[in-house]
Nanobody, 120 residues
């Protein structure tokens, strides 16, 4: 089970940190990622972290967002800085055994999502 938290309503330029607590599986054994979906838009890759700790980011968030994980806490994080209104979406964490890190089809396990709303 993956459970996200940390979403909310913030102003442009603010920061938020999302958390994804895992139970029943060890996140260090998976490719872990964050995806987001805005109303009327398709689900979009945000960031991923591989088994060895390599990180990958969508161009739209590179330099502003940082993905990390705490294996001891079995928790995935997404630090989001310099938030923009276009970052408004439901953010979901996901786990994959293998596959393309940026394709949602690789991920077999998903959380329920947390809403992030960025106002001007």
């Amino acid at each position: 089970q993956l459970v996200e938290s940390g979403g909310g309503l913030v102003q442009a330029g603010d920061s938020l940190r999302l958390s994804c607590a895992a139970s029943g599986r060890t996140i260090s054994n998976y490719i872990m990622a964050w995806f987001r979906q805005a109303p009327g838009k398709e689900r979009e890759f945000v960031a991923a972290i591989g088994w060895g700790g390599s990180t990958y980011y969508a161009d739209s968030v590179k330099g502003r967002f940082a993905i990390s994980r705490d294996n001891a806490k079995n928790t995935l994080y997404l630090q989001m800085n310099s938030l923009k209104p276009e970052d408004t979406a439901v953010y979901s964490c996901a786990a994959a055994v293998s596959g393309s890190y940026s394709s949602y089809r690789s991920y077999g396990f998903w959380g329920q999502g947390t809403q992030v709303t960025v106002s001007l």
